[in-house]
């Protein structure tokens, strides 16, 4: 269902779609940025290095769901939210 073709439904019975942008696989997967390495060469204890690297994905994974869990929360009297991507 497109969005034109919902606008005369009721709010409770439109559907949300999620940004295809902000939650494909790319965006999902940690890449280590300029900066982040920059970072992770200054630390010389490699379990500081290896705990640093994992903070980092943590962090990146909950910027990830934030988006999701916001959006289900902001939208949860919608009928359905859907999240037009294929995950892998």
């Not at 439109?14 to 982040?36: C, G, H, S, W």
């Not at 949860?76 to 294929?86: D, F, L, W």
Request: with cysteine; glycine share 2%; aromatic share 12%.
């Amino acid at each position: 269902m497109q969005d034109h073709e919902q606008k005369w439904r009721p709010l409770k019975e439109r559907v949300v779609y999620l940004n295809p942008y902000l939650i494909n696989q790319r965006a999902m997967t940690f890449e280590l940025q300029k900066d982040d390495a920059a970072k992770l060469d200054a630390i010389t204890d490699k379990k500081e290095r290896a705990k640093a690297l994992y903070d980092m994905k943590k962090d990146h994974n909950a910027h990830f769901a934030l988006y999701i869990g916001r959006a289900l929360i902001k939208y949860q009297r919608r009928s359905c939210v859907v999240a037009p991507y294929n995950f892998k």
